[in-house]
């Protein structure tokens, strides 16, 4: 890739991310859009290959959300345990 293409790239993409962090949507989406516009122009084979892996990284994603918030829910019940185990010391 040309060091135009990239600065543009990662400029578009950079500024779209700081957007859509600072509240405005929009913005930030067209930006973020137009710099993942001109990376699949230049790397067409590699979009393809994302969208036909795709399920497979959903899959992947949806796992390791699963595996979070089952450790959440763990974490949560240990500290429950634990501030009951308080109370009741406290209540001599």
Not at 75 to 86: D, V
Request: net charge positive; hydrophobic share 45%.
């Amino acid at each position: 890739m040309e060091n135009w293409k990239l600065a543009v790239v990662t400029g578009a993409i950079g500024t779209g991310l700081v957007l859509l962090l600072s509240g405005k949507k929009t913005a930030g989406v067209v930006l973020a859009g137009a710099g993942a516009a001109v990376l699949a122009s230049e790397y067409p084979e590699k979009v393809e290959e994302i969208r036909d892996r795709f399920p497979e990284y959903a899959e992947r994603g949806m796992r390791i959300l699963d595996n979070v918030s089952r450790a959440g829910e763990r974490i949560g019940e240990l500290l429950e345990k634990r501030g009951r185990a308080a109370l009741a010391d406290l209540r001599f």
